[in-house]
């Protein structure tokens, strides 16, 4: 035996890119996610979701699970103001 058992790695799950809407100020309603520092994300999960700014396109959230945040506004470094669309 050459103990190669649980080398393998995993393969990577495919995410979705969900590009966020991005709002007028006066549109804003809701819980304010303040902008990360330094270009971080604002969390990590192990969902299929990655939200992006509207605006410039920077991940602000990866691996979240479908509609998670569907309340929350989402302020990015570039000074965007985000929300995930409306499902129809």
Known sequence: MTGDRGS???P???RLRVVLRVLEAHQA?????????????????PGGEDY???DCG??????M??????????A???GAWN???SRA
Not at 58 to 63: E, F, P, S, V
Not at 65 to 74: E, I, L, N, P, Y
């Open 76 to 78: 990015c470094g570039c």
């Open 58 to 63: 920077r991940l602000l959230a990866i691996g």
């Open 29 to 45: 309603t809701g819980f304010l996610i303040p902008a990360p520092r330094g270009g971080a994300v604002v969390c990590r999960g």
């Open 83 to 85: 929300q995930l669309p």
């Open 8 to 10: 393998r790695a995993r």
């Open 12 to 14: 990577a799950l495919a």
């Open 65 to 74: 699970r479908s509609g998670t945040f569907a309340r929350f506004v989402f």
């Open 52 to 54: 992006a700014c509207g």
